[in-house]
């Protein structure tokens, strides 16, 4: 069975950083796109970075841009999202995702979400 396991989330104070990970269980991990999305309380979901099959596929919103950094390590069917300079907008449920075809139109699979919190 697939699974999608997101981890790292936590508490930090404004300005700190937070490494996520996502942990893949699936057969041929290096066919999958990644991305992280996050939802805000009372606010829909959003996309906050993806990475294609090489890590120099990437994107980011551009909120987070210079702050977030996603890499994959496919030797350990891991993704990770480096957070930077956080801050309290920031806070919110993140969720791994991977497809094979579209990250933002056809996710095939779904973590089941880390808490970020971050206080003023």
């Known amino acids: 069975q697939v699974r999608v396991v997101e981890s790292g989330g936590g508490l930090v104070q404004t300005g700190g950083s937070l490494r996520l990970s996502c942990e893949v269980s699936v057969r041929t991990f290096s066919d999958y796109a990644v991305g992280w999305f996050r939802q805000a309380p009372g606010k829909d979901r959003e996309i906050v970075s993806a990475?294609?099959?090489?890590?120099?596929?990437?994107l980011y919103v551009d909120s987070v841009k210079g702050r977030f950094t996603i890499s994959r390590d496919n030797a350990k069917n891991t993704v990770y999202l480096d957070m930077n300079n956080l801050k309290p907008e920031d806070t919110a449920v993140y969720y791994c995702?991977?497809?094979?075809?579209?990250?933002?139109?056809?996710?095939?699979?779904w973590g089941q979400g880390t808490q970020v919190t971050v206080s003023s």
């Open positions: 995702a991977i497809s094979t075809s579209n990250i933002i139109a056809n996710v095939d699979y």
């Open positions: 990475i294609g099959l090489v890590n120099v596929n990437t």
